[in-house]
């Protein structure tokens, strides 16, 4: 898979608080049947031993699909994982600090809440720019503010 040339069209964002009784496997399943063209995995509360645990897991999975997994905040869990990126946000550690950890090869998301945020992402080497929430949701409770 080149990772540098990868389909954006459907970004699918783990959280376990809304798989309604589903296991993330399962919903992952569901979400690559349905066209998931990459996965991130996002969970704010695991454990380093979960997050690796439920990554390997999903990972399977989208390699089988040859999509990428992609790891939120965890420069760390990415690297043991194998996995093909890395998405930091403003409050994470610094985006140029991850390209120097995870190397050229490796997928980089930035959050930009702001133009300028967004601007500097690209400047410090991010692959993609996740632009920020607009509308309060379960997850996301302060984002409009």
Do not use: C
């Amino acid at each position: 898979m080149n990772q540098k040339h990868i389909s954006w069209a459907v970004y699918v964002i783990t959280d376990r608080a809304a798989t309604r009784g589903r296991t993330m496997l399962d919903v992952l399943r569901a979400a690559i049947q349905g066209g998931a063209s990459a996965v991130q995995l996002r969970d704010k509360t695991a454990s380093t031993r979960d997050m690796l645990a439920l990554g390997e897991a999903l990972h399977v999975l989208t390699r089988a699909a040859n999509i990428p997994l992609i790891v939120n905040d965890r420069v760390d869990v990415a690297l043991a994982l194998g996995a093909e990126g890395v998405h930091v946000g403003q409050d994470d550690m610094p985006a140029p600090q991850a390209r120097q950890l995870i190397g050229p090869d490796l997928l980089l998301g930035v959050s930009a809440y702001t133009v300028e945020q967004a601007v500097q992402a690209e400047r410090d080497g991010a692959d993609y720019i996740g632009a920020g929430d607009v509308y309060g949701t379960p997850s996301k409770a302060d984002a409009g503010e």
